[in-house]
């Protein structure tokens, strides 16, 4: 993975030459808007980077994007990689450990979520500040590459809690409804049923989506403070669980990505 890592970082840099982005972005379901804040310097095709995984879904275009927001160097991610797409772990989060490589010393998630929470309803913003991994497998799993992190990394505070505190205050402050509560990821690509539903709820859930948790355990391993928030786009609310097409997850993600972007902007605009 080592050799990889540095196969990848070389060839990005050859094609971004003295650009070292600051802020990791990795935009999820219906959040690639985001891109067109970027003053784009660079867009780097994820087909021709060597290495790197390739998303498989039509809703997400699998470009790396390099560019100015909010006064900062930033890469974007526009377009996210899933376990049930049939990727391992380790492929999954190798973007983040490639992007960490390049210089990024902050990382923000967004993602499209279920609600678990009955005072939480679709079309609310939740910024996670914790989760709960069921997903099969870790993306530390095998021998551990001591200079990418330690063997056994903390997980106490996986989210930052001083970028917490700000996004809820940006919110307040645009009078945006954002929550904040725990994540539970699951492997997908099935949606949950009534049964499930009830569990993740009952085990501390407040929202399920199917993405996030790797990318934030490698980013922990390697030392990067991340922030991360949902749009929820769908309720899973047992006594009146109705069906949902991906059409309408996508069309509540967009018009939630707004209020998203203005979060993700006056954050960026903080950091130091």
Do not use: W
Request: aromatic share 8%.
């Amino acid at each position: 993975m080592l050799q990889n890592i540095l196969q990848t970082t070389e060839y990005i840099k050859r094609k971004i030459g003295d650009f070292e982005p600051e802020v990791g972005i990795i935009l999820g379901t219906g959040l690639g808007g985001l891109v067109s804040e970027i003053d784009v310097h660079f867009k780097l095709m994820y087909s021709n980077i060597p290495n790197f995984p390739i998303s498989t879904l039509e809703f997400h275009s699998g470009k790396l994007i390099f560019g100015m927001l909010s006064g900062k160097k930033v890469v974007a991610m526009q377009g996210r990689l899933h376990y049930y797409e049939g990727y391992d772990m380790k492929q999954i989060t190798f973007p983040v450990r490639v992007m960490k490589t390049l210089g990024i010393k902050n990382l923000f998630v967004s993602n499209a979520s279920g609600s678990l929470n009955p005072e939480f309803k679709k079309g609310d913003l939740l910024i996670i500040d914790d989760h709960i991994n069921l997903l099969p497998d870790n993306p530390l799993r095998g021998r551990n590459a001591d200079s990418l992190g330690p063997r056994f990394p903390d997980m106490s505070n996986p989210y930052n809690k001083e970028m917490i505190r700000s996004g809820l205050e940006i919110a307040e402050r645009n009078n945006i409804t954002c929550h904040k509560g725990v994540y539970v990821s699951v492997s997908g690509p099935n949606l949950e049923t009534k049964a499930e539903y009830k569990y993740l709820r009952i085990i501390g859930g407040d929202a399920v989506g199917m993405s996030t948790v790797p990318e934030v355990i490698v980013a922990n391993h390697m030392g990067i403070p991340v922030f991360a928030i949902s749009v929820l786009t769908d309720e899973g609310f047992p006594d009146v669980l109705e069906p949902v097409s991906l059409e309408e997850i996508i069309k509540i993600a967009t018009e939630a990505e707004p209020s998203l972007t203005l979060i993700l902007k006056e954050l960026i605009t903080l950091l130091p």
